[in-house]
């Protein structure tokens, strides 16, 4: 059992996951924050790219689940002397991991390396290059369900507008963002200039180059701004920061321009000052610092169904 893409879900299974999820929260709410569940299980955060939150909740979760962690990081390690992804991974199974969680550089390299008969252990991308990043999804739905849905236990977001802003085509939150929300039944719209926002992903709200078009027509309930993902342009997209900024980015004017309980969120880490500002990051709209805390949640209830459910993923 894996969990490679936001596509190995059904609407059920995500529905379920967001539930077990929305318990997990009440378990990070308790002064104990632990259960059993895991005890005896290994998790390897297997990290060949810089992360903060997806890695440190990861751990977290596993912890709380009373599993070990180890946390390998690609820098300072064999790596550096050439050793591939398969013979790190296979290192470190034969220290007895039961799940391995990857993030890699390059697009498709969890379903390599779930698919390759390199390792016995399910994997989970934590986010392969631009490809996808499932987890983020989950915990993204998880926001703006327990945001913007009255009861939230066995709900969708069926009727619910969201338009993702910014630099999709380099985004792997947007891409497993338009498969996941899509399948709870949300209307999903993306924005932004013509350099960052493929045709071909067909979102059914629809595709917007001007944010204040979007915000006026497609009037959405919640708006993922993305972070401009600079290392991975090798050309030059938008004409200046400014520029990109004026146009693209979300501000108090804007976000004065929402519905009163429309909510914005943004994956992490945010470029302050390029597609949002200080005052919108900080604003009692933003769900920024519930999407970090429902992270651990998502992955708490990700690790339980992949080792310890009969259900799996
Ligand atoms: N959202 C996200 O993946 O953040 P990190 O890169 O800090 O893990």
Request: aromatic share 4%.
């Amino acid at each position: 059992m894996n969990l490679l893409s936001a596509a190995d879900l059904s609407k059920p299974e995500i529905i379920e996951i967001l539930d077990l999820a929305h318990e997990m929260s009440d378990v990070n709410e308790r002064e104990i924050k632990k259960l059993p569940t895991l005890r005896g299980k290994t998790v390897v955060n297997l990290f060949f790219e810089d992360s903060t939150r997806t890695r440190i909740s990861f751990e977290l979760a596993a912890k709380r689940l009373s599993a070990d962690v180890i946390n390998f990081v690609a820098k300072g390690s064999s790596v550096s002397k050439g050793e591939s992804l398969k013979d790190t991974a296979q290192t470190l199974e034969a220290m007895g991991a039961d799940a391995i969680v990857l993030r890699h550089g390059s697009s498709g390299s969890a379903h390599r390396l779930a698919h390759s008969g390199w390792v016995k252990s399910a994997v989970i991308n934590a986010g392969d290059g631009s490809h996808e990043h499932p987890t983020q999804a989950l915990l993204d739905a998880m926001t703006i369900r327990e945001s913007l849905v009255g009861e939230p236990i066995g709900s969708d977001l069926a009727g619910k507008k969201i338009l993702i802003v910014g630099d999709v085509s380099h985004s792997r939150v947007a891409r497993s963002n338009l498969i996941l929300l899509n399948e709870l039944g949300a209307t999903v719209a993306t924005c932004g200039p013509a350099t960052l926002v493929p045709r071909a992903l067909e979102p059914s709200g629809g595709i917007f180059h001007s944010l204040d078009r979007a915000l006026d027509e497609f009037a959405p309930d919640a708006v993922l701004m993305l972070r401009i993902q600079s290392e991975r342009m090798e050309a030059s997209f938008f004409p200046t920061e400014r520029e990109y900024s004026r146009v693209w980015g979300m501000n108090s004017e804007r976000l004065s321009r929402l519905s009163g309980s429309a909510i914005i969120l943004h994956p992490g880490p945010m470029n302050r000052g390029l597609e949002i500002d200080a005052d919108s990051a900080d604003n009692i709209k933003s769900r920024i610092l519930d999407q970090v805390q429902n992270g651990v949640a998502v992955r708490m209830a990700v690790l339980f169904r992949l080792l310890a459910s009969e259900k799996g993923i």
